[in-house]
T-cell receptor, first 114, second 114 residues
């Protein structure tokens, strides 16, 4: 089955720790994204990558880091510099261009700071 | 500056009636629009899309209307069912050089009452 796999589904982090959220896709998509959703709010773009070994900051990149060493993988690290990391994180992918392409999402990961 | 806006955070509808979800945008260069449905603690799933050169697209109980002069699109669900209760996001695609960028609204929570 083609799709996007995020892990873990639930993650607890102590203050001051870095944590990494995994995202793998087998859709052969060039572009990958990380979004954050806070309760009752919309989707905010953290980082995106158009192609392997390239990525750009989104609207709320501070306190986060990413890498794109393989086409299939786009892990997100939530660093201790992120002041309010408790949220629902969504990974997504799409083709880079083309009329009418859609963006596909993973199932999401819940991160809670304890 | 939010280029895609959903001004109604919530909507409540009786089962069997029509649900109308609205979305406004500011950028006349958007060339494709999409609607996504999201259940709690899950990733959004693609519902329906419309090209900017059309004014209507229908798929079963779901119809999307686009009014380019008003920069407004709407999603109609007829008849509404309790299983339609979810958060609905509208999104717009801006085709840039060799890359499509996605813009999301903040979502409308639909509650269909039995």
């Amino acid at each position: 089955d083609g799709g996007i796999t995020q892990s873990p589904k639930y993650l607890f982090r102590k203050e001051g720790q870095n944590v990494t959220l995994s995202c793998e896709q087998n859709l052969n998509h060039d572009a990958m994204y990380w979004y954050r959703q806070d309760p009752g709010q919309g989707l905010r773009l953290i980082y995106y990558s158009q192609i392997v070994n390239d990525f750009q900051k989104g609207d709320i990149a501070e306190g986060y880091s990413v890498s794109r060493e393989k086409k299939e993988s786009f892990p997100l690290t939530v660093t201790s510099a992120q002041k309010n990391p408790t949220a629902f994180y969504l990974c997504a992918s799409s083709t880079r261009a083309g009329a009418g392409n859609t963006i596909y999402f993973g199932e999401g990961s819940w991160l809670t700071v304890v | 500056d939010q280029q895609v806006k959903q001004n109604s955070p919530s909507l409540s509808v009786q089962e069997g009636r029509i649900s109308i979800l609205n979305c406004d945008y500011t950028n006349s260069m958007f060339d494709y629009f999409l609607w996504y449905k999201k259940y709690p603690a899950e990733g959004p799933t693609f519902l329906i899309s419309i090209s900017s050169i059309k004014d209507k697209n229908e798929d079963g109980r779901f119809t999307v209307f686009l009014n380019k002069s008003a920069k407004h699109l709407s999603l109609h669900i007829v008849p509404s069912q309790p299983g339609d209760s979810a958060v609905y996001f509208c999104a717009a695609i801006l085709a840039q050089y060799n890359f499509n960028k996605f813009y999301f609204g903040s979502g409308t929570k639909l509650n269909v009452k039995p």
